[in-house]
């Protein structure tokens, strides 16, 4: 396998299902600064607060020009459920081959109660509008980190 993405590094060339089950690619991002965050699971606490998070500040980071991406496993359907349920604004996609997982290096043994599998580490890239990525934020703590991220796009003028 191949190191994951770090600073410096261009935007791959991914493709994503959209809870509608189209497709989006993430160079479609190309030309605007760019947030993609990838989460565990679908309507779990942590993983819902960040999704409310972003889905309260969207606004603001499309005034600084940025798209913002959430990504997880999670089916598109079950997307659109946890969309519906809590009102998101911020958009989801799956990652269902693991190919952004994998370049992102966010696919990780974990170990939960003395038991260990794969799962997806939180994490969050912010890359400039030429697709380059400026900032990374791994094993990412819910509470305020939306406001980080939020500020570092401030900062890229």
């Given at each position: 396998?191949?190191?994951?993405?770090?600073?410096?590094?261009?935007?791959?060339?991914?493709?994503?299902?959209?809870?509608?089950?189209?497709?989006?690619?993430?160079?479609?991002?190309?030309?605007?600064?760019?947030?993609?965050?990838?989460?565990?699971?679908?309507?779990?606490?942590?993983?819902?607060?960040?999704?409310?998070?972003?889905?309260?500040?969207?606004?603001?980071?499309?005034?600084?020009?940025?798209?913002?991406?959430?990504?997880?496993?999670?089916?598109?359907?079950?997307?659109?459920?946890?969309?519906?349920?809590?009102?998101?604004?911020?958009?989801?996609?799956?990652d269902d081959?693991?190919?952004?997982?994998?370049?992102?290096?966010?696919?990780?043994?974990?170990?939960?109660?003395?038991?260990?599998?794969?799962?997806?580490?939180?994490?969050?890239?912010?890359?400039?509008?030429?697709?380059?990525?400026?900032?990374?934020?791994?094993?990412v703590r819910?509470?305020?980190?939306?406001?980080?991220?939020?500020?570092?796009?401030k900062e890229?003028?």
């Amino acid at each position: 396998m191949a190191a994951p993405i770090d600073e410096g590094d261009k935007l791959p060339d991914i493709d994503l299902t959209t809870p509608s089950g189209g497709k989006v690619n993430l160079r479609d991002y190309l030309g605007k600064p760019f947030i993609l965050y990838f989460y565990p699971k679908d309507d779990t606490s942590g993983c819902t607060r960040e999704a409310q998070d972003f889905s309260r500040l969207l606004g603001e980071f499309r005034a600084h020009g940025a798209e913002v991406l959430g990504v997880s496993r999670d089916t598109p359907i079950k997307h659109q459920k946890f969309i519906d349920k809590y009102d998101l604004t911020v958009p989801l996609a799956t990652d269902d081959k693991n190919q952004a997982m994998e370049a992102f290096g966010v696919w990780v043994q974990k170990t939960l109660y003395g038991k260990t599998y794969m799962g997806i580490d939180r994490a969050t890239y912010l890359f400039n509008a030429q697709g380059i990525l400026v900032r990374v934020w791994r094993r990412v703590r819910v509470p305020g980190h939306v406001i980080d991220v939020l500020e570092a796009l401030k900062e890229l003028g």
